[in-house]
């Protein structure tokens, strides 16, 4: 550990490693604008094969939870031993296409008991 100015005490190991190197892919978050992460490009395409495969081309479209479970069939086992990161890859891609338009937020969350209703989603037609 370092204590120099501007370092921080974290063990070398602990440090991120800034998403640098080969086999990292660049996403967007489509709710918070002109922020991109890298992340490893494996699991990405792989969670957007299986999307790809079970999202709809029309509304409606699926919850988050419906997602998240239909997709982990579709999932390599050796990147996803039994579904494990399935719902966060799910969210990452599904935010990285929302912000590159290729997705569609449909408008159905109507306040309903203080809680909205689940999100729906489907690819945006002609993607």
């Known amino acids: 550990m370092t204590t120099d100015k501007g370092a921080t005490n ?11 190197g080969p086999g990292r892919i660049t996403v967007h978050n489509v709710n ?29 479209g699926l ?3 419906e997602i998240r479970e239909a997709v982990v ?9 039994g579904g494990a990161k399935a ?3 799910a969210k990452t891609v ?10 569609v937020r449909e408008a159905t969350r109507p306040l309903r008991c203080g809680v909205p209703l689940p999100l ?3 690819l945006q037609p002609g993607s």
Request: proline share 13%.
């Open 10 to 20: 974290k063990p070398q190991s602990a440090r991120p490693s800034g998403g640098e």
């Open 32 to 60: 918070v604008p002109g922020q991109a992460t890298r992340v490893d490009a494996r699991m990405y395409q792989a969670m957007l094969q299986a999307m790809l495969h079970v999202l709809p081309s029309v509304a409606p």
């Open 94 to 103: 599904q935010l990285d296409l929302e912000a590159r338009g290729l997705l």
């Open 73 to 81: 069939p579709h999932l390599p086992p050796e990147l996803f031993p």
């Open 87 to 89: 719902g966060w890859w």
């Open 63 to 65: 919850t988050q939870a």
């Open 120 to 122: 729906r989603w489907h």
